[in-house]
């Protein structure tokens, strides 16, 4: 459940924009503040201040940063998040060198921003962690015997210390299943931070998880602890750990091995204790035969392994996911529907859903939104779910490659050209392409 009082400001220029980012927060009962420009976001919040703040990048007459900056020095510890085309990507990666705590693609998905709204607003009051609802073991909605299977590794690993690696497709509930595993383990008062490969720049992995000194780097103004220290004591996730650079994966074993953090630009280890649970959409052993993941690093982290097999081949969590999401919706009564037709509900449980309970879930929510009567019916559904690739709105992956190949395009399938538009490196962009195999190269050409 979100943090229901939590004041969220809203900064952005653009009307439309900022109606439809309070609109998705006040529905699930946040207090919004919406201003159009810094100057009246200092103003709207100099008496209560924000708990957080979400702010676009390129506003017309001062940007985001300036706000960041100003932000920063009157109250370093809220949460500052950045919204950002894919165009000025490189920018927002310099906002998070200067204290930004995450961005946001856009178009904005109301379910990435919510969470990471949440996230970001736990990061902040860490010892509430434990009691979310989302985080607990009863979250994991599901009659299957794969389900049942998963419950089972979860309180096996949350009994232990061990490391523990999550396999599966984007959206299965892998972050779900991290969560429920630090909930109920003796650590659940302790934070639980968490990290996504895939959308930390490489340049910067080093400094988000290990934190740097003063003046480790020319833009290094202030120290930065990194995030295995913001877990000390608590449990860190790693959400695409088949993301991690390989030069930096020595690093990343000592801590596994010895506890030791080495921050950049500082001499001295720090000693932590952190439980480590990772998780991954690409197959980690078919990256190590490849070279690009280290063998020792592998096994290291492969101590309890915990596989989230696609929705397709669990059809019958289908329906009481339908009936959990629909509940969870119901909250609001705008979206309040009693149920689905029997028709309605053979045909949601033998679509392919590519991706996975988060696709489900949006595809749901999108037919609350959008139904004027209060059972779902055939009708309802949206023609594009049928098809075989993800939509782009419930999905970061089918974003992300949507935005490479429509980049690549642009630039006639220059890889350079391209990989610098979207201010990503040559070799995360070709390792994306490797990934999605010659099909997707021919839609380039
Ligand atoms: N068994 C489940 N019961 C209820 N909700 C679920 C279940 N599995 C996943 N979800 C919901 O589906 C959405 C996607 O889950 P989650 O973010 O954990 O997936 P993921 O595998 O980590 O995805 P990605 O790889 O893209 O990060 C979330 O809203 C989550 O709460």
């Known amino acids: 459940m979100p943090e229901q009082a939590s004041r969220i400001l809203i900064v952005e220029d653009d009307d439309s924009e900022r109606d439809a980012l309070a609109r998705v ?19 709207l919040t100099v008496d209560g201040g924000a708990d957080l703040v979400i702010s676009d990048l390129c506003l017309r007459r001062e940007s985001g940063i300036d706000l960041l900056r100003r932000w920063k020095s009157r109250s370093p510890q809220t949460p500052f998040l950045l919204v950002t085309a894919f165009g000025t990507i490189q920018t927002a990666v310099d906002a998070i060198k200067l204290g930004a705590d995450d961005f946001l693609l856009k178009p904005v998905d109301p379910v990435q921003l919510l969470e990471q709204v949440q996230r970001l607003l736990q990061r902040r009051k860490p010892c509430s962690l434990a009691t979310g609802d989302t985080a607990s073991l009863a979250a994991i909605v599901g009659k299957s015997s794969a389900v049942n299977a998963i419950r089972q590794n979860i309180r096996r690993a949350a009994a232990t210390n061990s490391t523990v690696l999550i396999m599966g497709e984007s959206g299965t509930g892998k972050e779900l299943v991290a969560r429920a595993i630090h909930a109920s383990s003796p650590r659940a008062s302790e934070p639980l931070v968490v990290i996504n490969m895939a959308a930390v720049p490489e340049t910067l992995v080093e400094s988000e ?21 913001q877990a000390n004591q608590g449990t860190l996730f790693i959400d695409e750990i088949g993301d991690f650079p390989l030069h930096m994966q020595p690093k990343l074993l000592r801590v596994v091995e010895d506890g030791l953090v080495s921050p950049l630009g500082s001499e001295n280890d720090i000693q932590v204790d952190v439980r480590l649970v990772a998780a991954t959409s690409r197959p980690l052993a078919k990256l190590v035969r490849a070279g690009e993941f280290r063998e020792d690093l592998y096994y290291r982290l492969n101590v309890i392994a915990i596989d989230l097999p696609p929705l397709r081949q669990r059809r019958e969590d289908i329906a009481p996911l339908v009936e959990h999401f629909l509940q969870q919706f119901a909250v609001n009564p705008a979206l309040e529907v009693r149920g689905v ?23 749901l929510e999108r037919m609350c939104v959008m139904t004027s009567t209060s059972e779902l019916t055939l009708s309802d559904l949206p023609n594009e779910v049928g098809e ?28 350079t050209r391209a990989a610098e538009a979207l201010g990503i490196s040559v070799r995360t962009l070709q390792r994306r392409l490797r990934d999605w195999g010659d099909v997707e190269q021919q839609q380039i050409e």
Request: charged residues 30%; hydrophobic residues 35%; proline residues 7%.
């Open 25 to 43: 927060l006040r529905l699930e009962r946040y207090q919004v503040i919406a201003a159009r420009s810094p100057a009246e976001a200092l103003e």
């Open 209 to 229: 998880l290990f934190g740097h000194s003063k003046g480790a780097f020319t833009s290094a103004v202030q120290p930065r602890i990194g995030r295995f220290e």
């Open 341 to 363: 037709t029997p028709e309605l509900m053979q045909r949601l449980e033998s679509l392919p859903w590519p991706g996975n309970i988060r696709q489900l879930r949006n595809c």
């Open 388 to 415: 075989d690739e993800p939509t782009a709105t419930g999905d970061l992956r089918a974003l992300e490659r949507s935005a490479i190949l429509d980049t690549l395009r642009r630039h006639d399938g220059n890889r």
